[in-house]
Structure formats: structure tokens, C-alpha cells
């Protein structure tokens, strides 16, 4: 099925999603017999946690991450960014060879010994994913001599 066909949801939707996943797996298996990569802990697990975060903001299903796709990631991460720095971080993430971000930029970007704004950015979401920062149930009863 042409990627460029007009897909409108349903079983068709299920197969471009499943074909967009065979196109990282396959990037991620090149990955995987790099020599450089090699000695990287974790591997085949990181991997598998980059293609899962990088297809959920493929917003325009074409395997890449535009402005508005990384500009809804931010949201979501909490730390919404400026039209000017989220083209910035595309600038620093591709080193200014295109506008949108693709699935080797982003995983170079992870893997990579630069610490990009936005590879920062993730893995402080995943760190913050792990451990609960807010109790957790309503907030404890106070009476009005404790308030300042």
C-alpha cells in the first residue's frame, strides 16, 4: 500500500501503523549490528522504547516528527516550548539539515554522547514516569489554625 494512498482510519490505518513500525524495526536492527553500538547497555530494550515514543508523535504518519508533532510532544512532557525553540531543538537534533526529525536523527540523538534539550527532556519524563512525585489520594485535612 503506497504510503501517499488517502487512508482514512479503520483496518487500513492498522496496516500503515504496522508498516511504519516494520520501517523502525528494520532502522533498529541496523542499530543493533552497528559496531559502535555495540557496547551500549540495554540495547534492544531502549530501542524498543525510542520507536514506541518516536511513532507516538509521528502526527502526520510519514515517518517523521514535525513542528507541531514535537511541539505536542512538549506538551505532553510538561515543558511546552515557543514556535522558535522547538525549530531550534530540530535545528540541534538533524544539525540543520532538515525541518522534521527522522526515526536515525532521534535515535542518534538518544544513543548519542551530546546531551540534546530534547534528549534531556525525555529522559527526565522517563525518570519522572518511574517514581510518583505527588501523593497519591486527597490532600490531608487542615484546620484554619495551621494556614499562615
Do not use: W
Request: glycine share 8%; proline share 6%; net charge neutral.
Amino acid at each position: 500500500m503506497p504510503s501517499h494512498a488517502n487512508i482514512q482510519g479503520g483496518k487500513a490505518f492498522g496496516l500503515l501503523k504496522e508498516q511504519q513500525r516494520q520501517k523502525l524495526e528494520e532502522i533498529n536492527k541496523e542499530y543493533m549490528e552497528d559496531q559502535k553500538y555495540r557496547d551500549e547497555d540495554d540495547l534492544p530494550e531502549k530501542l524498543e522504547g525510542f520507536k514506541n515514543k518516536y511513532a507516538e508523535f509521528d502526527l502526520n504518519d510519514e515517518g517523521e516528527i514535525e513542528l507541531m508533532g514535537l511541539k505536542r510532544m512538549m506538551e505532553k512532557l510538561g515543558a511546552p516550548k515557543t514556535h522558535l525553540e522547538l525549530k531550534k531543538m530540530i535545528m540541534e537534533v538533524t544539525g540543520g539539515s532538515s525541518n522534521t526529525i527522522n526515526y536515525r536523527d532521534f535515535v542518534k540523538m538518544m544513543l548519542g554522547k551530546r546531551s540534546a534539550v530534547l534528549k534531556l527532556v525525555l529522559i527526565f519524563e522517563d525518570k519522572a514516569n518511574s517514581t510518583p512525585c505527588k501523593p497519591e489520594g486527597p490532600p490531608p485535612k487542615r484546620d484554619i489554625a495551621s494556614l499562615p
